[in-house]
């Protein structure tokens, strides 16, 4: 899929419409902390290959602290809501399947470290969340992956991987991703309600080309609370929750598909000659998790199982664990 498909694709994101209904202003303001990771997994794990490691920590404002030109625009554009801006500094850690030799194939996943900041604007109707993020970063060296990966097994007495000597090269990156997630009730049964969160999301720029839909089953109370759980590049939601009740808890269930025009961890450098490898088109996800908000604070685990992301992959089904943290004040 070509780079101008992908940003129509992301631009008529954008432009379709929510529905009108009463959204919630809230003041507080969130701070998120996430690690993805095979270490957090609830199943047997594919430790330190393909997506091995992912860090994020995010601040989300209340509804009151966005400037007014913003608040304005989005009002036009998507309809009236309350508007939220947040701010996140992420790193993602790429490896192969084999990280015991210091010249890994080249038929397999290259190393690659990614470091972020993403700032979003957040437009909430009631019935509805959209959010445009804008993302500035780094791929390579510079982002740290190989000392941060490598220090942690220092600490733990693990074995370091010895082939980040031919990790993608210094570049930067710019990314847009626009997506909107519905919230559509489905009814409720003793007190416990049900909802379907169907999603939808786009990434034009040299990190990532692609368009995502989805669709998420929740059973619980408090569903209103929010829109589902983030994951550090994942799904379309984000890290707004407004408590409307002292105990909030879901489970959930969701499936997504992607497709993928390129992506700089798996096709290489966008200005560099290097490794790569031939990325799928087409990559399918299937996920299952939980989340609790208690006292101003909510814990979220998602467990993630994702199809092959490149054709020359030695596994079947990749999985990872999504562990989150955040805390209103």
């Known amino acids: 899929m070509s780079r101008p498909v992908i940003a129509f694709a992301a631009v008529s994101l ?8 009463t959204p919630q202003q809230d003041n507080a303001n969130i701070v998120t902390m996430q690690v993805e990771n095979d270490a957090v997994s609830t ?13 994020r920590l995010g601040w989300t404002s209340g509804t009151q602290q966005v400037p007014a030109f913003l608040s304005d625009a989005a009002n036009k554009v998507w309809g009236d809501g309350v508007q939220r801006v947040s701010v996140s500094v992420s790193q993602s850690i790429f490896t192969p399947r084999n990280t015991q030799t210091r010249n ?7 190393y690659a470290g990614i470091l972020g900041v993403t700032g979003s604007l957040i437009h909430d109707t009631g019935d509805a969340q ?18 941060v990966q490598n220090g942690f097994h220092d600490i733990i007495g693990d074995t370091p991987n010895k082939g980040w000597g031919t990790q993608l090269r210094n570049e930067p990156l710019f990314e847009i991703t626009p997506q909107r997630t519905w919230r559509v009730a489905l009814g409720s049964y003793s007190g416990v309600a049900f909802d379907a969160l169907p999603s939808v999301r786009a990434g034009f720029g040299l990190e990532k080309n ?18 589902g759980v983030a994951r550090i590049d994942g799904y379309g939601a984000t890290d707004v929750y407004t408590p409307t009740q002292p105990f909030v808890w879901y489970v959930f269930g969701g499936l ?26 087409d990559v399918g996800e299937l996920e299952l998790g939980a989340a609790v908000v208690y006292r101003g604070v909510r ?21 990872y664990g999504s562990l989150a943290a955040a805390v209103r004040f």
Not at 43 to 55: E, I, M, P
Not at 140 to 145: E, F, L, S, V
Not at 263 to 276: A, E, I, P, W, Y
């Open 256 to 281: 997504d598909g992607q497709v993928v025009g390129t992506d700089v961890t798996l096709t290489g450098n966008n200005f560099h000659s290097g490794r790569s490898v031939p990325a799928k088109w």
């Open 104 to 110: 890994p194939s080249p038929d397999d996943h290259p």
């Open 299 to 319: 814990i979220t685990y998602t467990q993630v199982w994702q199809t092959q992301q490149f054709s020359t992959a030695k596994s079947g089904l990749f999985n």
């Open 130 to 147: 959209t959010s445009l993020s804008v993302m500035l970063g780094i791929v390579g060296p510079g982002a740290a992956g190989r000392e």
């Open 210 to 227: 692609y368009v995502q839909a989805g669709v998420r089953f929740r059973v619980g109370q408090g569903l209103e609370s929010d829109y």
């Open 43 to 55: 199943l047997k794990g594919t430790s330190d290959q393909y997506y091995t490691s992912g860090l």
């Open 14 to 21: 954008l432009s379709l419409p929510a529905f009108a209904a």
